[in-house]
């Protein structure tokens, strides 16, 4: 089964490369959705909001066949906001949500607040900090992707959850070592959904997907979906 994967803010399809390539077939393939303003779609206009973003970035989703949809961090919000836009078109929904290293949807994080208003130098240390700096790149090369980052966070302190629920299965996962998220606001996304929600813990800090696709499948493979 086809395993659709959202970007957190500042990230992009090619966030994904090591996750995918690594990913065990036996529980699915990853395919990364690419959103405007970075990648492949780097000459496009950023999104101006969360629905904004997901209206055109929604024809990567399959129509007929079944799918899992996920999301990091921001991408989270995209990939629950995709859902209510598919209950509300009438559109095939995914088997299972997968959401990771983000609270429930009405929280924002302090890190996020500290940081939206940063200079870029103040900006890059915090980001290098928290592991959130793509590998090789200096500052002085950073100004597109610190552009793509603002612009990102922009969307998700503006982004409000109305209160409609989802009626597919969440699966929640979290970092043992990430300061953004904590079990209570985790928990709170069982709030979110008329169906079942299931919870994994896994080991790293904010962005602890990344390198550990085994794990990751593990966690799915334990709710015996596929």
Not at 56 to 69: A, D, T, W
Not at 73 to 78: E, F, K, P, Q, S
Not at 98 to 117: E, F, H, L, M
């Amino acid at each position: 089964m086809k395993i659709y994967s959202y970007p957190h803010a500042g990230g992009s399809a090619a966030s994904y490369t090591y996750f995918k390539n690594n990913f065990p077939l036996n529980i699915g393939e990853i395919v990364p959705i690419e959103i405007p303003g970075r990648g492949k779609r780097s000459k496009e206009q950023f999104s101006i909001d969360i629905t904004d973003c997901i209206s055109k970035s929604i024809s990567q989703l399959p129509v007929h066949e079944e799918f899992i949809l996920h999301g990091h961090c921001m991408g989270a919000l995209l990939a629950f906001e995709t859902v209510k836009y598919l209950t509300l078109n009438n559109k095939k929904l995914p088997k299972l949500l997968i959401i990771s290293g983000r609270n429930a949807p009405k929280y924002q994080t302090d890190w996020g607040k500290k940081v939206a208003n940063l200079e870029d130098k103040e900006l890059y240390a915090e980001l290098k900090t928290v592991g959130g700096i793509p590998k090789g790149l200096s500052f002085s090369m950073a100004q597109q992707f610190l552009e793509i980052i603002r612009n990102d966070q922009r969307i998700v302190h503006a982004y409000k959850p109305d209160d409609r629920k989802i009626s597919i299965p969440i699966l929640v996962l979290s970092g043992d070592n990430d300061f953004m998220t904590n079990e209570s606001s985790l928990l709170e996304w069982k709030e979110y959904t008329t169906n079942t929600v299931n919870f994994g813990v896994m080991s790293g800090e904010h962005y602890f997907i990344y390198n550990q696709p085994f794990e990751f499948a593990e966690e799915i493979s334990k709710l015996e979906l596929v």
